[in-house]
């Protein structure tokens, strides 16, 4: 607008030479000479702005798994998990819908791009839009547990069309257990993880419950050794024996800042699933036998203060696990040239006087975590 006020302000100073009076109507019939480009800045500097175009966000998440079905069919032996995943641009996403730790025997659509990443089986994609996967599961024979993992969706269910006859099916996720008897549907956790299935005899699961209640397993017994050495580095190595009549879930909680370093259950290697803080559940398939036993062996490791060269403190622990436990044995071995006493909720016993270290034992307890405080001295010599 400034230059429109120039040329009116020019033209008010040319009127204003002439000996004329100026009026509404001599103005009008002024006549006022400017430049092609001084027009032009001055249209469009008239004009009203155009609005920049507005973009839309993006969504907080680009690729997910939406739903995932997985149908039971006793007959043939097998699972069909049907997977909705959706992808909400054009570009490259690993989607994952299931976990790795067993394999699919059968895959549709066929020319899908599945890939094992991350302990998860993932679909690879750049297609925008929903999708839809098949993958196809062996079921284990009766008496022994399927173990489906999956992954984190938000409808997540298990559908049984039919069951054979007198034969029910356990569908168990960490301590929760439900049966189905007939055709049905049950709801899986949205969160992801391990769960069960166990096809048994139906007369065996309706039988009642001694006293209305009874634990699914017993810790019959667990031995550790743990060893320490002087700059501090910490190896516990334990065997623990459960006894059970249905496949479950060994719960133990690790000792605060300890390591899982290897797990084995009757002499099989196997991945715990991880919790928070420590929280490791191991699966134990069912016995063969009512009341038999699993042994389950296991390490971690753990780092404290380097050893004093005189005397010193150091606290130790064993794993906590809601199982009732009749006895916990438990050998502490620190550098020979050391006396050790202890003090906590464990009690030293002296019939191992051929093994080095302190034989401490804990027994009779539930959900109770075995804690010992060790003094050491350095031995003087006469």
Not at 358 to 370: A, E, F, M, Y
Request: hydrophobic share 40%; with cysteine.
């Amino acid at each position: 607008m400034k230059p429109l006020l120039i040329l009116l302000i020019g033209a008010s100073s040319l009127l204003a030479e002439t000996p004329a009076r100026v009026t509404a109507a001599t103005l009008d019939e002024s006549e006022v000479h400017i430049t092609y480009g001084e027009l032009k800045r001055l249209v469009a500097a008239a004009l009203p702005k155009e609005k920049p175009p507005e973009t839309k966000p993006k969504p907080p998440v680009q690729a997910a798994l939406l739903s995932s079905l997985y149908r039971l069919d006793a007959k043939s032996g097998t699972i069909i998990a049907e997977l909705q995943v959706e992808s909400f641009d054009n570009d490259w996403y690993l989607i994952p819908i299931a976990g790795s730790a067993v394999g699919a025997v059968a895959i549709d659509p066929k020319d899908a791009r599945i890939v094992a990443s991350d302990d998860h089986l993932c679909l690879i994609t750049d297609k925008a839009g929903a999708q839809n996967v098949k993958l196809t599961f062996a079921l284990a024979k009766e008496g022994q547990g399927t173990t489906l993992h999956l992954a984190a969706s938000p409808v997540a269910s298990l559908e049984v069309k039919e069951l054979p006859e007198g034969k029910v099916l356990r569908v168990q996720h960490g301590s929760t257990t439900q049966t189905l008897s007939s055709a049905d549907v049950a709801a899986l956790p949205a969160t992801g993880g391990e769960v069960t299935l166990i096809l048994e005899d139906a007369r065996k699961a309706a039988q009642p419950l001694a006293g209305g209640v009874t634990d699914d397993a017993v810790l019959t017994s667990a031995s550790y050794t743990t060893q320490v050495v002087r700059d501090g580095s910490v190896l516990t190595e334990g065997s623990i024996v459960v006894r059970h009549d249905h496949p479950v879930r060994l719960t133990l909680q690790l000792p605060e800042a300890s390591r899982l370093l290897q797990c084995h259950a009757n002499g099989d290697p196997v991945r715990p699933t991880l919790g928070e803080a420590g929280r490791i559940e191991i699966p134990l398939d069912g016995p063969t036998t009512d009341g038999a036993e699993s042994e389950v062996k296991l390490s971690f490791t753990a780092t404290l203060p380097a050893l004093q060269a005189a005397e010193g403190e150091i606290d130790l622990a064993l794993p906590q696990t809601p199982l009732f436990a009749k006895q916990i044995d438990w050998n502490v071995q620190l550098p020979s040239d050391y006396n050790l006493s202890v003090t906590g909720n464990v009690d030293p016993i002296t019939d191992k006087t051929t093994a080095s270290g302190l034989h401490l034992r804990k027994s009779l307890c539930r959900d109770q975590q075995p804690q010992a405080r060790i003094t050491y001295r350095k031995r003087t010599t006469n």
